[in-house]
């Protein structure tokens, strides 16, 4: 590319994935247009950092890379190139400094995604990046070229390469609607249906639980699902159960929902205490005590907790502290099926990873590089979401750049 006459890319999608890939196009002298359906750029990446905006992990990479799952072979270079330690200094260029919380996730020390979005804009803006915001890409004309509906009326644009970042299927309100995917098949990519993840799920609670309880965290947890083990936080809903203990083992929990119809989940109230160790504080309880009284003075077991038991075995408790102690450490709550799919923090599913090359360029449709949700993989929360949403957002960049120069 010549700064006399540079290459024309389209970036298609104003969140993390497409704005990175913005920053790195317009970095090596592309002229670059980011367009977005919503009135301003990154709303969904705006919603994340009103928990704090977990930007990635600090774990090792290794164990880092494993959270991908089936994904991880297709992901590792692109996030090898741009790890947790690179995406924390990029942060930190753009003024945000950063801290590792007791978990090990790395949060702005602003706390939010607003700073860091300004002056990122800021730098874009800078870079000769331009933003055209209420445009819906509709498709493509037999010529190739692409179609928006913006308040203008329709537009057609040409382009010498595009960057698809049109996000997964949840959150419509904030952009992510999973509607491009009609557009995609009709050019012979393959697409797997959308499916919930990070997402809570459904338990037929009793109306006095709900009605009582709905809307309380239980902390420090222990959750147990076909073998594997977390702790962390819940939350409960009027619904059901949410919170990242219970998004850590979404995508096994969906699994089994989707395919048997209900998933028992076993939630351990005391996870630092063994069955022996609450089985004798409770076992020293006075006579003639009622059991949920035992259960918050030996225990301190909140009533939330205490509620939660007597759903996973019916309104009365068992009265043996072997018993009640078995049940502490492993009350079955039967999940009937997932929240709705825009309650989903994030979908797997989408363009499948078989339908684009090594540099995330369309097989289909030369030119055209798709990056962050709209691929088919998935992670849990915890910073690895954003953190593959940057990394492939760089990658398909990187693409663009070495297809303009053959």
């Not at 990029?90 to 950063?98: K, S």
């Not at 395919?259 to 996870?271: F, K, M, S, T, Y």
Request: include cysteine.
């Amino acid at each position: 590319m010549s700064s006399s006459s540079p290459s024309k890319v389209a970036v298609i999608g104003g969140g993390p994935a497409g704005l990175m890939a913005a920053e790195v196009l317009s970095s090596a002298g592309a002229s670059v247009t980011v367009y977005d359906r919503m009135p301003s750029l990154g709303r969904k990446f705006l919603m994340a950092g009103r928990g704090g905006l977990n930007l990635t992990h600090s774990e090792p990479l290794d164990r880092f890379l494993r959270r991908y799952g089936p994904a991880t072979e297709r992901l590792r270079g692109m996030i090898e190139a741009f790890p947790p330690k690179a995406l924390i200094k990029w942060a930190e260029g753009l003024g945000q400094q950063t801290f590792v919380g007791s978990s090990g996730r790395v949060f702005p020390k602003a706390m939010k995604a607003s700073p860091l979005l300004r002056e990122w804009l800021k730098q874009l803006e800078a870079q000769g990046v331009a933003f055209r915001p209420r445009r819906t890409w509709t498709g493509w004309t037999d010529a190739g070229e692409l179609k928006f509906a913006g308040p203008e009326g329709d537009e057609v644009v040409r382009a010498d390469a595009v960057i698809m970042a049109l996000g997964g299927g949840s959150w419509a309100k904030l952009g992510s609607d999973g509607r491009w995917t009609t557009a995609f098949e009709g050019a012979g990519a393959r697409i797997t249906p959308f499916r919930p993840s990070n997402v809570g799920f459904l338990v037929p609670w009793s109306e006095v639980f709900k009605e009582r309880f709905a809307g309380t965290p239980l902390k420090a947890v222990g959750l147990t699902f076909a073998g594997r083990q977390v702790k962390g936080e819940i939350m409960l809903s009027a619904y059901g159960l949410e919170g990242g203990g219970i998004y850590a083992l979404s995508s096994a929990l969906r699994d089994a929902v989707e395919g048997q119809g209900e998933a028992v989940l076993e939630i351990d109230l005391r996870p630092d205490l063994s069955a022996g160790q609450i089985e004798n504080k409770l076992a020293r309880g006075r006579k003639g005590e009622s059991v949920a009284n035992l259960l918050r003075k030996a225990l301190n077991l909140s009533p939330a907790a205490i509620g939660l038991l007597r759903e996973a075995c019916g309104v009365n408790l068992p009265a043996t502290p072997t018993a009640l102690a078995a049940l502490v450490k492993a009350a079955p709550v039967k999940l009937t099926g997932c929240a709705p799919m825009d309650r989903a923090i994030s979908t797997a599913g989408g363009v499948s990873l078989d339908s684009v090359n090594a540099d995330l360029m369309l097989k289909a449709r030369p030119g055209v590089f798709l990056a962050g949700e709209m691929l088919d993989w998935e992670a849990p929360t915890g910073g690895y979401l954003l953190q593959a949403s940057f990394a492939t957002g760089r990658a398909a960049a990187l693409g663009v750049l070495a297809y303009l120069r053959n």
